[in-house]
């Protein structure tokens, strides 16, 4: 079993900026790749980002296209944490983020959703205009 409890969500205007925090408690041998997923209301939940989890440190990163060069994703092997720095804020980055962990062995994508086997539950954030 492995925890997952996102905090850092809030209001902001936009332009501005959010940190996002993701503490993942339990086994951390097997897993592969740490995410966030987004969901606006009235859409279905999409992919914003993710980061590789092999090795104590390092990793590869993948990111949705529409959050590029504003949003980065990072982690913190030694204290099993994941963040998001979310810059340039948008109205339309609205939504509830999701952390999630992937102990997907092969075929992993990083950016679908059934790659992932954890979730938190959730953090509103908010952009207004």
């Known amino acids: 079993q492995v925890q997952v409890v996102e905090s850092g969500g809030g209001l902001v205007q936009a332009g501005g900026s959010l940190r996002l925090s993701c503490a993942a408690s339990?086994?951390?041998?097997?897993?592969?790749?740490m995410g966030w997923f987004r969901q606006a209301p009235g859409k279905e939940r999409e992919f914003v980002a993710a980061?590789?989890?092999?090795?104590?440190?390092?990793?590869?990163?993948f990111y949705t296209d529409s959050v590029k060069g504003r949003f980065t994703i990072s982690k913190d092997n030694a204290k099993n944490m994941l963040y998001l720095q979310m810059n340039s804020l948008k109205p339309e980055d609205t939504a509830v983020y999701y952390c999630?962990?992937?102990?997907?062995?092969?075929?992993?994508?990083?950016?679908?959703?059934?790659?992932?086997?954890?979730w938190g539950q959730g953090t509103q954030v908010t952009v207004s205009s």
């Open positions: 999630a962990a992937s102990y997907r062995s092969s075929g992993n994508s990083y950016r679908t959703l059934s790659d992932y086997d954890y």
């Open positions: 339990g086994r951390t041998f097997s897993r592969s790749a």
């Open positions: 980061i590789t989890w092999s090795g104590w440190s390092g990793g590869s990163t």
